[in-house]
């Protein structure tokens, strides 16, 4: 016999034999086959209440393993921690050995990058930066204040990032 879609119907006998066979015994085709139920890989590292009834274990000795799976879990979880502090301080490393320090100093002539979103240069062929604007003060952390040439100076401060230096 050819087993295909079309010869469905004759399989369908086999199906519905199993399916009333599963209703009247209550039982799986594993458990009839091997003789018990199937156990996930879970149910093994975390026994499950069914596991816990097999294995005929009382309930002091069932507390204290629950309570060493709960102490191995914090180890697990605090070593996870320790290796992706550890991970990233490497990463940390690795980036910082590339990177230049951008040094501005007071009067300096600078170009200010131009963001997509601001409204005035939404155009296609709009410029990517503006200016020259002059660094009027240098604040920590790699901000600075700028100014215009005519001397208009800006409220607020802006991260170094977005400048570069304008060379005449």
């Known amino acids: 016999m050819i087993e295909n879609y079309k010869d469905w119907h004759e399989q369908l006998p086999y199906a519905l034999r199993d399916i009333v066979l599963f209703v009247e015994l209550q039982s799986t085709p594993y458990l009839l086959v091997y003789g018990t139920e199937t156990i996930i890989p879970a149910e093994v590292e975390f026994p499950s209440l069914r596991i816990i009834q097999e294995a005929e274990l009382d309930d002091a000795e069932w507390i204290r393993k629950r309570y060493e799976q709960l102490a191995l879990i914090d180890e697990k979880w605090m070593i996870a921690v320790c290796h992706g502090q550890l991970y990233q301080q490497r990463?940390?490393?690795?980036?910082?050995?590339?990177?230049?320090?951008?040094?501005?100093?007071?009067?300096?002539?600078v170009l200010e990058q131009i963001f997509p979103n601001q409204e005035e240069y939404?155009?296609?062929?709009?410029?990517?930066?503006?200016?020259?604007?002059?660094?009027?003060?240098?604040?920590?952390?790699?901000?600075?204040?700028?100014?215009?040439?005519?001397?208009?100076?800006?409220?607020?401060?802006?991260?170094?990032?977005?400048?570069?230096?304008?060379?005449?």
Not at 135 to 164: C, D, F, H, T, Y
Request: proline share 5%; hydrophobic share 45%; net charge positive.
């Open 91 to 109: 990463m940390a490393r690795a980036f910082n050995k590339h990177v230049r320090t951008r040094i501005f100093q007071i009067g300096q002539l």
């Open 122 to 168: 939404k155009e296609k062929f709009a410029p990517n930066w503006q200016g020259p604007n002059m660094v009027r003060k240098v604040l920590s952390g790699e901000a600075v204040v700028l100014a215009e040439m005519v001397g208009q100076k800006w409220p607020r401060a802006i991260n170094s990032n977005v400048i570069k230096r304008y060379y005449v």
